[in-house]
């Protein structure tokens, strides 16, 4: 029998065991995040970096700076290091990921919501202990040039308190890697909450939310989304913007119920632009209830403050116009009479 | 030793080489790669004691760019890792799975080569941290254009130790063999892996920490000790002279360490999934299994018979390391619960813990194994003084080390998490400052072990070459 082969297999197989767990599983939990828009922002998150802030984290990088201060906020670092614990997909954007192994120094994780002077940071870099006593950072002198002092001071060179001594005659000029290593720093920040880290302290609930905003809110991503999107900013020339719509926030529901009853058919205006297009009618498909909660949600989201729609609103419209097929035009919308007075 | 094993024996096996043979076709690639190593090995402790010094005072040497912190302590760490315990190591599998197998070296122009590109993989990728192009990876920072030369390097001299071993005349294998063979197996996986997803295609944010995290895991669990255990299963009954106690159990113990070690090297702070690190932090309990099983072995080989061992300064070293293993480990399972970790993950107790597993047991087993194959391989002796000097000072220097990081690491730990941060930074000054007398020591017991070895080296030309060194 041969030996070495079973032997091989043995060994190939338990180790490819522990590969598949912790290689290719993690792999394909967070290999592939994507970045993400979080509920309380409107941009991608993480931020991309400026071309100077990325070439900081290569002066981080090559220093070495990793050796001695980690970018890792830890459930029990907070609210220390950072305004929540760190996950995974706050990483990135980041190539390499530096996260340290180290705390001799500060966690730098958020480092640019605590000091977010440049200046700070160059004289920091220049001679550690005159901003911080007692640290034991090295001093980076090499990232400095001394250039013979002149009668003011340049408009590059770094302010150093009356107090410090500088050597005669000189004055301190930062040289652009130490620039673009204070970019990196200033823009270490996490401040957006994910799902996978939430706000350990939300703001309590707003009780000015009518009660059936949730709903709309559920209604409208799955029914009107898809043109008006979710942002209810709309598609430019095809599908007209709800928030800060006029249509949206006129204090008389009237004309937005029977729109989305029957449908609008254009040529239409909205806050002064024209659109060319129809919208469906929604009659069959949503119920009173359900178009008095999504015409709730538009017209509180965004920005947008209006008063609450209701189903008795919405059914004594719909008995109104219980007989018309067709949708609406903007002149037939305009001779509409208000069906009852606004709820309060 | 080999005669009392309850393997299989194959008929019809061929006749093994006499340990002469053997020795003789070892001599070359073992020796060039012993004093590469121990080259290596007195730089990376000259480098760690200013990396020692610069942890007291910020300002030492501050304006040379290539000697900043950041880049000095990796390269002393990598000098250490690559230079020092894997190169060692290798040349110690190299010599077991000849001797073992009864065979002479297969390969040896492929060792030689490899050796050699090895040690220029080491050399550039040193100078390239040092010149600022570290990956930034823990245990993975040999920048791009070193860190394949290390992966083809060690395939030409893995690929001397495979086909030695298939050339094997002793047809009954032992536990040491096995252990190599997991090694060179693992260690070209773990490396291409590394290479591939770190170097050439990056994952993607966090999964970089993921890959360097197992990185550095195996290259500690699967690569360097299961050489050091190869040695030390090789040594113990050899030197004693006593078959190893049980084969059963080391055959158990090594099952249960290529299952177990693989899933570690996560820490429970890591900002990933949790699913992760207590994962790792089960494999840490886990892998104590095995490590109790090859010390009691060890244990109940020598018995009573500790005269022989104290006789015996190879032995001595390997029993300094045995015990260093058994700590560390217990050490590194603490270390990997979370109650634990969340004072001391940040802090020096992990560079102390991670002096403790290379130095302590990887590297004080290698010394061992150094001390007993260099005099087989030249028929020379080592000069008893020096390598006296040289047992006392290092197995001094790591526990000074170990001490003074492990001890200051929870000191650190405590402060950092403290109301005052900056209290943290000078807190364990005191205990570093043990250490850092503890890697002067390092230095002068390198120094004496290196001087000892040229010594060997030039008396065994002298003996051959009759004083003429061609």
Same mark, same amino acid.
């Given at each position: *029998? ?19 767990? *912790? ?55 907070? $609210? ?25 120094? $500060? ?15 160059? *004289? ?14 090295? $001093? ?63 703001? $309590? ?102 008063? *609450? ?36 | ?104 070296? +297969? ?18 990728? +040193? ?110 009954? !050899? ?143 080592? !000069? ?38 900056? !209290? ?45 060194? !061609?």
């Amino acid at each position: *029998m041969n030996y070495a082969s079973l032997l091989f297999l043995g060994i190939f197989f338990s180790f490819a065991l522990s590969w598949a767990g *912790m290689v290719l599983l993690p792999q394909l939990q967070i290999g592939r995040q994507q970045l993400v828009v979080p509920h309380d922002s409107k941009q991608l998150y993480p931020p991309a970096r400026t071309g100077m802030a990325e070439h900081g984290r290569e002066v981080y990088r090559s220093l070495g700076c990793q050796a001695c201060h980690t970018q890792q906020v830890r459930e029990n670092d907070a $609210p220390r290091w950072g305004v929540r614990h760190g996950v995974a997909p706050d990483y990135l954007r980041d190539q390499p990921v530096l996260i340290g192994s180290q705390r001799v120094g $500060p966690d730098l994780a958020n480092v640019g919501l605590r000091l977010t002077d440049a200046n700070w940071h160059l *004289m920091h870099l220049y001679d550690p202990q005159s901003v911080v006593p007692g640290s034991s950072m090295p $001093p980076y002198r090499f990232l400095f040039e001394e250039r013979p002092a002149r009668l003011t001071k340049s408009d590059d060179a770094v302010s150093f308190p009356p107090e410090y001594k500088l050597p005669t005659g000189v004055e301190i000029v930062p040289k652009p890697e130490a620039l673009a290593l204070v970019a990196y720093l200033q823009g270490l920040r996490v401040t957006n909450y994910l799902y996978e880290a939430p706000n350990p302290n939300p703001p $309590p609930p707003d009780t000015n939310v009518p009660p059936n905003f949730a709903r709309g809110q559920e209604l409208y991503g799955t029914t009107c989304g898809a043109c008006h999107q979710a942002n209810g900013e709309g598609l430019a020339g095809q599908f007209p913007p709800l928030a800060g719509a006029d249509w949206v926030l006129a204090e008389d529901t009237s004309k937005i119920i029977r729109i989305v009853l029957n449908g609008l058919t254009g040529p239409f205006e909205v806050n002064g632009v024209s659109y060319n297009n129809t919208m469906v009618p929604w009659k069959d498909v949503l119920s009173d209830d359900d178009i008095a909660a999504v015409l709730t949600y538009v017209r509180n989201e965004w920005g947008n403050k209006a008063s *609450m729609v209701t189903a008795e609103q919405v059914s004594a419209a719909r008995a109104k116009v219980q007989d018309r097929a067709d949708a609406w035009t903007a002149e037939e919308l305009q001779k509409v009479e208000p069906d009852a007075p606004p709820a309060k | 030793m080999t005669a009392s094993t309850t393997q299989h024996v194959q008929a019809a096996c061929p006749i093994p080489a006499t340990a002469e043979e053997v020795d003789a076709s070892c001599r070359g690639p073992v020796l060039l790669l012993f004093f590469h190593s121990l080259l290596w090995l007195l730089a990376g402790s000259v480098l760690s004691w200013l990396v020692a010094i610069k942890m007291h005072k910020g300002d030492f040497l501050a304006d040379i760019q290539w000697l900043t912190y950041g880049r000095l302590n990796p390269a002393a760490r990598a000098i250490l890792l690559y230079g020092f315990a894997s190169q060692a190591g290798m040349a110690v599998a190299l010599w077991l799975m000849a001797r073992l197998g009864r065979t002479p070296l +297969v390969g040896k122009p492929s060792a030689l080569v490899g050796g050699m590109f090895w040690n220029l993989g080491v050399l550039l990728g +040193v100078l390239g941290i040092l010149a600022g192009d570290s990956t930034g990876h823990d245990w993975f920072e040999f920048p791009r254009y070193a860190a394949p030369i290390l992966f083809f390097a060690f395939l030409a001299i893995g690929c001397a130790g495979m086909f030695t071993f298939a050339a094997r005349r002793e047809c009954t294998t032992y536990i040491s063999q096995w252990l190599i063979f997991a090694a060179f197996l693992v260690f070209p996986w773990i490396d291409a892996t590394a290479n591939a997803l770190l170097i050439c295609h990056p994952a993607r944010g966090m999964m970089q920490a993921v890959i360097a995290y197992w990185f550095a895991n195996n290259f500690l669990l699967l690569w360097l000790t299961p050489l050091a255990l190869a040695a030390a299963f090789y040594l113990i009954p !050899k030197i004693i002279n006593r078959p190893l106690y049980s084969h059963y159990l080391a055959a158990v113990g090594f099952w249960l360490l290529v299952l177990f070690s693989g899933w570690g090297g996560v820490p429970p702070g890591a900002r990933l999934p949790s699913w992760m690190a207590a994962v790792s932090t089960a494999a840490s309990f886990l892998v104590l299994v095995p490590v109790f099983t090859a010390v009691m072995n060890w244990r109940l080989t020598i018995g009573k018979d500790c005269a022989n061992v104290k006789a015996s300064l190879p032995l001595r070293f390997v029993m300094i390391g045995a015990g260093a293993y058994l700590l560390s480990s217990l050490l590194a399972a603490g270390n990997s619960l979370p109650i634990v970790s969340r004072t001391t993950e940040f802090t020096l107790f992990s560079v102390g813990l991670t002096q403790l597993s290379v130095y302590g047991f990887v590297g004080m087993i290698l010394f061992g194994a150094i001390y007993y194959i260099v005099p087989q391989l030249t028929n020379t002796d080592w !000069k008893p003084g020096p390598a006296k000097m040289h047992f006392l000072l290092s197995v001094l220097g790591i526990l000074f080390i170990v001490i003074g990081f492990c001890v200051g690491g929870v000191i650190q730990g405590n402060a950092q998490n403290g109301p005052e941060f900056i !209290k943290s930074v000078k807190a364990a000054t005191p205990l570093i400052g043990f250490a850092t007398l503890g890697s002067l020591l390092l230095i002068l017991a390198h120094a004496a072990l290196l001087s000892n070895f040229i010594s060997i080296m030039r008396r065994c030309c002298a003996a051959c070459c009759g004083g003429r060194t !061609k």
